[in-house]
Structures are given as C-alpha cells and as structure tokens.
C-alpha cells in the first residue's frame, strides 16, 4: 500500500538530562583547546540527537534563553537597566560548533515576549519593546551572519504588536500558542500549529493566506486532515525533542506516514 512521508521541522528541544560524568569527561577531553561549557554540550547534544532524522534541524529552544540574557549586558536579573549592547561571544561559538555538526541549521530562540524581562530604564513600555526588538534582531542578524539559515522564535504568550513589525522575512518563523495562530497570520505565510489545533485550520484558511502548514507531534489522522485541505508537498512535521529520549523522538516523528488511499 502506498504511503506518504513528510519532512520534519525542529523547533528546537528541551535542555537535554545531565550527562554522567564519565561521559561529560569524554566530551571535555574532546574539546580541548576550546572554551566550551555546559551550554555548549547541550547544543551540541541536543542537535546530534537530530540527525539524521530531521530534514529542518534547529539547535536550541526555550533553554537558550541564559545564554540570550548574557549577551545583552544591560540585563540583571531578567530586568532592563541600561541601553541594549550586544556581547556577542558565546553565541557565535555556539553557532561555529553547530556549523561543525550541521551546516546552515536553524535555531530556536525565545522570542522577545518570551523572555520575559521588566523595564527599570526606558520608562515606556513601547519603547522599552521596540529596543529589544531592535537588539534581538541584531542578535540574529550576527547569528545568520556566522552561518545561521534562520531563527524559529518561540512564544508562550501572544506577540504583541511591535514584535509583529520586527523579524520580517522567510528567515524568521513565530512559532506561537494556538490561541495566537490568526495573529501570527497576519504578518506570516507559514503556520506552526498544533494536532489539536487542525480543525480550526479550514476557517483559517477561508481568512488568511496559507503557504505551508507544520504540525506539531502529529499523528496520522490529523496529517489526513489537513492533507485534504493543502498539498502534501506544503505540509510537514514539526516538534520540540523532550529532556530525555530525544533520538527516539525526532525518529518516531519521521517514521509517521498516512496511505495515499485515505486522502
């Protein structure tokens, strides 16, 4: 019986578990020469659990977010005290060793809204919103810059409206809450939703232009679903790896298929 595949799409994973310390000592020894640190093991970790199941891979995801707030040196304690100024370091070691792994690969990083920070400088909310828009848009642009294909920003909350103004283009795809999928639709034309969310994806459709449709840990009747709606070439898998068992995760979403007689 014929079946169908579909690419996979990372959108990042969760920090991976602690590695056992003989283990760790390996990957030390590995490295030496180089500054590394724990960060740097869980990129590297978390990427290589990728492949080579995932068509899309994105190093990072919510855990990055440390490593954000580091380069931005006017950020003490999730809270804005200064003008933004980039300390760029780190990330773009992170990016030349995910370079070495997998070229061009993607990252997830939190969006502005999701990291959260409180002003204590600017005294507007709007201003203080549009200059760390402005500042991880700067971030990604020296990401891209070192080898980077594009930034998966990742929300928890809805994107308010300067963050829709910002981060324009194919090389930025908002990955939000369903509740939020109409308004990341009005600024964007590739939808990351959920299994749960496909039923609203006909009415969507009906009020936005839709170019591609990324599911989030389908199963293959919510593929069926939406195949019927859009082109299956337009339509693929993504996820976000777990703490533990991220190889089996990314194979488990690539081995998904549906029967071409169920379309």
């Not at 990728?50 to 950020?75: D, E, K, W």
């Not at 995910?98 to 400088?121: F, G, N």
Request: with cysteine.
């Amino acid at each position: 019986m014929r079946e169908r595949s579909f690419p996979v799409r990372s959108l990042g994973s969760a920090k991976p578990s602690p590695p056992a310390a003989e283990e760790l000592g390996k990957w030390i020894l590995d490295h030496a020469g180089k500054t590394v640190d724990l960060t740097t093991w869980e990129i590297e970790t978390s990427l290589h659990a990728q492949l080579p199941a995932v068509t899309h891979p994105a190093c990072g995801g919510m855990f990055y977010q440390t490593r954000v707030a580091a380069a931005f040196s006017n950020i003490s304690d999730h809270t804005i005290t200064a003008e933004f100024d980039l300390i760029p370091d780190d990330i773009l070691a992170d990016c030349s060793a995910a370079e070495k792994i997998s070229r061009r690969c993607w990252w997830a990083v939190p969006s502005p809204q999701a990291l959260h920070y409180t002003d204590a400088y600017f005294g507007d909310a709007d201003d203080a919103s549009a200059e760390l828009a402005d500042a991880v848009t700067d971030l990604c642009r020296l990401m891209r810059d070192a080898g980077t294909a594009g930034h998966v920003l990742i929300y928890d909350d809805a994107p308010d409206a300067v963050d829709l103004e910002h981060f324009s283009g194919r090389r930025y795809l908002r990955y939000v809450p369903d509740a939020y999928l109409a308004d990341v639709l009005e600024v964007q034309r590739d939808l990351i939703l959920s299994k749960d969310a496909v039923p609203k994806l006909a009415g969507l459709a009906d009020c936005y232009t839709i170019r591609q449709v990324c599911v989030t840990d389908p199963d293959a009747e919510a593929l069926t679903a939406v195949c019927r709606l859009f082109d299956p070439e337009d339509v693929s898998i993504a996820g976000t790896a777990p703490e533990d068992g991220q190889n089996e995760y990314w194979k488990n979403l690539a081995d998904l298929r549906i029967r071409f007689a169920d379309l």
